[in-house]
């Protein structure tokens, strides 16, 4: 571990900054200058391409591949300039215009252009774009595939379990069985309708000046059709194009992003708690690795600390994704700068979502199923057959059905022979008693295994 790592003070790039590393590209600073530097040269590129601005000639091929040049070979060495820049300009974007002038020396063609890099633009038209191309690779490149393989790794322990029966609880008690694949199933079907979610939140951009009215350019070039080259741009740059702004983009597809990541995470922390839970009942036993040390003095302990470390991760994550939505959408008059460093946040929200999936993804693949737990607890339970017995009376007609069944069984232990010696003296048809009587809890699970198998 680097000194750096040891004395960071976010956790993220300490002790996690190996389980982050995919997001360090994109949601740094160095990410983010990254992207206001491609929306730049692709501004840049477009104005080039107007035959109305006359000023600024079409590029040829030379310029055409510096340009592309400066893009693909920004480093951290290209971010550092840019910060050694901002020093003296206490602006940021503004020092991104300046190193692209830097970038341009001694090439003829581009120097001559330097007037219109930034043109008619606002800081907010260069971020607002740089955020959403963030945020959209951050969404499709990581986030989303790690998602993905977290659902297929539920699928399958689903489908491993699908006939595995378990006693549910209900309010903690004994309740009518379902199969450990089925509980599964449930927040597999959970989690790929938020996925869905996820990726078909819209993400938006805006390109049109210090107040949303393309003011600077109008008085520039008042024959230009402004808004259908800012269209252009944001569509060339795979985003949907928000027409309708102040001096920022409002947001409000932020906040549709963050909910549905929110409501993912929270339905997490729910498997969680509930396989916390199925460790602590003996349901589940966790594969032991060689070295590991579960307690500091009681060397027994296997502790579910995977699902534990998730839990604590979701929470972080949800507390910034629940800020992020809630904040950003609101911004006094016409701009103010509260989004500004509440959006460099972004990073951190998604980077504790990664490490809460991938604890969770790890602790997956630790657990066995232990049968012989699921039937000691079966076993122990036949008071949840009242439910089919009663149920079994009522369509013949048997009067006071549901109280028969709860004076022999509220608060009761039964066994088997309490049970059948209740069925026996049934007013039922033999065929109707000897299906009863053939019921145990660890059968009575209705269609949980194929509900399992069909996910």
């Known amino acids: 571990m680097s000194i750096f790592e040891l004395t960071a003070l976010s956790p993220l790039d300490g002790r996690y900054q190996e389980k982050t590393a995919a997001l360090r590209p994109l949601c740094s600073e160095y990410g983010l200058i990254r992207y206001r530097l491609r929306v730049e040269l692709a501004w840049l590129r477009l104005l080039a391409d107007t035959p109305e601005i006359g000023e600024l000639p079409a590029f040829g091929p030379a310029a055409l591949a510096r340009m592309t040049a ?3 070979d920004f480093d951290e060495a290209g971010a550092a300039r840019v910060k050694a820049l901002e020093k003296a300009t206490n602006h940021d974007v503004k ?3 300046y190193f692209i002038h830097e970038q341009f020396e001694g090439d003829p063609e581009l120097t001559a252009a330097k007037g219109f890099v930034h043109f008619a633009c606002t800081s907010e038209d260069i971020n607002n774009l740089a955020y959403a191309l963030m945020l959209r690779d951050t969404r499709e490149r990581v986030l989303l595939p790690y998602l993905d393989g977290l659902i297929g790794k539920l699928t399958e322990l689903a489908h491993d379990a699908a006939e595995a029966p378990m006693l549910a609880r209900t309010h903690g008690q004994p309740a009518t069985p379902t199969t450990l694949g089925k509980e ?11 996925r869905d979610g996820i990726a078909a939140v819209q993400i938006l951009g805006k390109f049109n000046g210090a107040v949303g009215n393309y003011n600077a ?3 520039a070039y008042p024959d230009s059709d402004w808004p259908a080259l800012a269209q252009r741009l944001v569509a060339g740059l795979g985003l949907a194009f928000n027409a309708y702004t102040t001096q920022i983009e409002p947001h409000d597809w932020m906040a549709e992003l963050f909910d549905a990541l929110a409501r993912c995470n929270t339905i997490l922390i729910d498997l969680c708690r509930d396989v916390w839970g199925y460790v602590s009942l003996g349901y589940f036993r966790q594969q032991v690795v060689a070295g590991e040390v579960g307690s500091s003095t009681m060397p027994h302990k296997v ?4 699902f534990e470390n998730a839990e604590g991760n979701l929470g972080l994550a949800n507390a910034l994704l629940e800020h992020l939505a809630r904040k950003l ?8 700068l509260t989004d500004s460093t509440v959006l460099r946040n972004v990073g951190v929200a998604a980077g504790y979502t990664l490490l809460a999936w991938q604890s969770l993804h790890k602790g997956l693949g630790k657990l066995v199923v232990d049968t012989a737990a699921l039937a000691r607890d079966l076993d122990d339970a036949h008071e949840v057959l009242a439910e089919a017995i009663q149920t079994a009376m009522r369509r013949h007609g048997v009067e006071n059905s549901y109280e028969q069944l709860k004076t022999l069984t509220r608060g009761q232990t039964i066994d088997a022979a309490t049970l059948a010696a209740f069925i026996d003296n049934l007013p039922l048809p033999p065929a109707e008693k000897a299906c009863l009587a053939a019921l145990s809890p660890a059968t009575y699970t209705g269609l949980a295994a194929r509900l399992a198998r069909d996910i």
């Open 70 to 72: 400066i893009e693909n």
């Open 95 to 97: 020092a991104l215009e």
């Open 184 to 194: 599964l199933a449930n927040v597999v079907a959970r989690l790929r309708r938020q």
């Open 217 to 219: 350019h109008l008085a």
């Open 303 to 306: 502790n579910p600390i995977d």
């Open 329 to 336: 959408p609101i911004s006094r008059f016409q701009r103010d």
